[in-house]
């Protein structure tokens, strides 16, 4: 793939960072090596992944960096659960942040489907 700012996926996960940045910002200070570090690091790691993937000559590899992806949104999930138990995000954030998360999800999940049925097809590159 030429240029994964094409891919779905990787415009809802773009998406998400901005608005866990966003939310994050008003975090206790306390949890700037915390918390915060931790959940935005995880976020940024789902697009990153999937655009080192999209630039893999092969659709195995491409799905490797998918999986990872998956991987990171499921820490975030945690993540945002975490923080609210804390109390560092309302219900309405949390609401907000898990949609987008779901939707991010469920985007990056079609994508791996498609790429096993690719590779099930024969196709090996991308």
Do not use: C
């Not at 138990?85 to 309405?92: E, S, V």
């Amino acid at each position: 793939m030429a240029d994964f700012r094409k891919i779905v996926a990787w415009q809802k996960a773009d998406e998400l960072v901005v608005l866990v940045y966003q939310m994050t910002k008003d975090f206790p200070d306390g949890e700037r090596y915390g918390l915060t570090s931790q959940l935005r690091r995880a976020i940024v790691s789902v697009p990153a992944n999937i655009a080192e993937g999209a630039g893999r000559q092969t659709l195995k590899d491409f799905r490797q960096f998918l999986f990872n992806s998956r991987g990171s949104l499921h820490e975030v999930e945690y993540y945002i659960h975490l923080a609210g138990r804390l109390g560092y995000l309302n219900a309405d954030q949390m609401e907000q942040l898990d949609t987008v998360r779901r939707e991010t999800a469920r985007t990056l999940q079609g994508l791996i489907d498609w790429t096993t049925r690719e590779m099930e097809a024969g196709r090996r590159n991308l």
